[in-house]
């Protein structure tokens, strides 16, 4: 049995590999930085970061804190990130030879002094192709002899189940479970974090969470920008595993778990692996496939316009696709998952939709909603029907609305990436995904992509800025989907929701 995870509260360092990507600038450091304003980080703790790229120290500083943003009038916060600047320093080296890492191990020696012991965490924001090579190096060279280590990785966690169950055996050897932590933002995220209070925390949530109250789900992701640039990696990759076999799983698994005997991060995980394996894919002919063209004023570029697009290509920018978990709970009912790129907006949402109302007292009564946006604009509000106002009987189709903004004025919601680096440091895997988590991923959209390797089927059509392909609305409409116009564009109140 392993030992309980300990801390890390001191004797600290952090090795972020990739530091010349885009993400080390945009989300990382900033990250890091906020973490450590807020007092969320020992002052002794010491950042290197590592990459191949030839990097002189000041501009390396000047890149990982362009995007972090501080009041000209705020001298507090202009000095703790003076202090940040100093605890930051960049390496150079490849990604698999040994000089490379006996020179970053003395760096790390150098650079942290005297200590009796070191605590390590080692940050992998790098293809999945290294993985192995740098876990292995960081293991033979930087490994701590007294203190504790910990391997963050990046996703993607191999390209389906047999290459993560190889990449799996591969770290075996090197690190152990209760060492290793398997990124997916997603699960930093606010609303996201907030799916177990939402449904544990209020009986009067928990006692409808089943079959017998709900219709469908529906979880969502929209992203208002296509793949320029990208489209090399994006064909290869497609929309099923950029986004629907890490993103979207994870947030089902916390839709659909039983409840947890605790909160502890076996447990959690525990709970969403046994929902994740009495879940099972729709039919394959139920799947809507989609791929963006030009936008209809002809100024966005359609997916096969990309250069780095192979020619004739039928990768699916879009997807819909139907799942069911095969339990008592919620036997027969359809959880769609959608995901898209340039379409009309961005978000990310879960849109539980309720069964009509039994009596036939309001044969023009709407569908009940709760909807969680995960983002932007984080929010919870929950659709239902009152009474029009004035002398009509009318019923009126409203929301009650909790939108964290204007709730939570004074309070500071946390970037995804915060969460999950405080969690690594504080020894929490609760919001990292267990290697038996990924194989259910991969588990469950394997038969879909096996489809799409072998039969490639065509996907529809639909415009850059559009709400998806035209086939969607027949989707929906045979899962059970019933969408009300809102009667607040009718009525228009202030701070309306996203209910597009």
Not at 253 to 274: C, F, H, N, W, Y
Request: proline share 6%; glycine share 6%; net charge negative.
């Amino acid at each position: 049995m392993s030992s309980p995870i300990q801390p890390i509260k001191e004797n600290a360092s952090m090795v972020v590999f990739g530091a010349s990507g885009d993400l080390a600038k945009k989300k990382t450091f900033p990250a890091l930085f906020s973490l450590f304003k807020d007092g969320r980080l020992s002052s002794d703790l010491v950042i290197v970061g590592y990459a191949r790229s030839k990097i002189e120290p000041n501009d390396f500083i000047e890149r990982i804190t362009q995007f972090i943003k501080i009041d000209d009038n705020d001298s507090e916060t202009k000095q703790k990130l003076e202090q940040f600047k100093k605890m930051c320093t960049y390496y150079r080296g490849s990604y698999d030879g040994v000089d490379s890492f006996q020179g970053l191990n003395n760096h790390l020696l150098e650079r942290e002094g005297d200590r009796e012991e070191r605590n390590r965490v080692f940050y992998l924001a790098l293809p999945p192709d290294v993985f192995v090579s740098v876990s292995t190096q960081l293991k033979q060279q930087c490994y701590p002899q007294k203190g504790a280590a910990r391997l963050i990785i990046e996703k993607p966690f191999g390209f389906d189940l047999d290459s993560a169950r190889d990449l799996q055996s591969k770290l075996n050897p090197l690190f152990d479970e209760n060492e290793i932590y398997r990124i997916d933002h997603y699960l930093g995220k606010e609303m996201v974090q907030n799916l177990t209070h939402l449904r544990f925390c209020n009986p009067v949530i928990s006692h409808l969470w089943n079959k017998e109250s709900i219709s469908n789900v529906q979880i969502t992701f929209k992203e208002p920008i296509g793949t320029e640039g990208r489209g090399g990696y994006f064909d290869t990759s497609t929309i099923v595993r950029d986004i629907v076999q890490n993103h979207l799983v994870q947030v089902l698994s916390l839709i659909a778990m039983e409840p947890p005997t605790s909160l502890a991060a076996g447990d959690l995980r525990d709970a969403k692996v046994q929902a994740l394996r009495r879940t099972r894919l729709g039919d394959l002919k139920d799947v809507v496939f989609g791929q963006y063209v030009k936008s209809k004023d002809g100024k966005r570029p359609g997916y096969l316009d990309d250069d780095t697009v192979p020619e004739g290509s039928k990768c699916p920018t879009y997807s819909a696709i139907p799942f069911f978990v095969d339990n008592d709970r919620w036997d027969g009912v359809p959880f769609l998952l959608k995901a898209g790129k340039a379409m009309d907006v961005g978000k990310v949402e879960v849109r539980v939709q309720f069964k009509p109302v039994a009596n036939g007292l309001f044969k023009d009564a709407h569908r009940n909603e709760l909807v969680i946006r995960i983002q932007p604009n984080e929010a919870v509000y929950f659709k239902l029907d009152i009474k029009q106002p004035g002398i009509s009987s009318k019923p009126l189709l409203t929301d009650l609305d909790l939108t964290y903004k204007n709730r939570f004025t004074n309070m500071k919601l946390h970037e995804a990436y915060e969460a999950l680096f405080f969690d690594a440091f504080a020894g929490d895997q609760s919001r990292f995904a267990r290697i038996d988590e990924l194989e259910c991923a991969w588990s469950l959209v394997g038969p879909l992509l096996e489809y799409m390797e072998k039969e490639k089927p065509q996907p529809a059509p639909y415009e850059y800025g559009s709400n998806g392909p035209e086939l969607l609305g027949n989707f929906l409409q045979k899962f059970g989907y019933v969408y009300d116009i809102p009667d607040y564009y009718e009525y228009p109140v202030t701070n309306l929701p996203d209910d597009k």
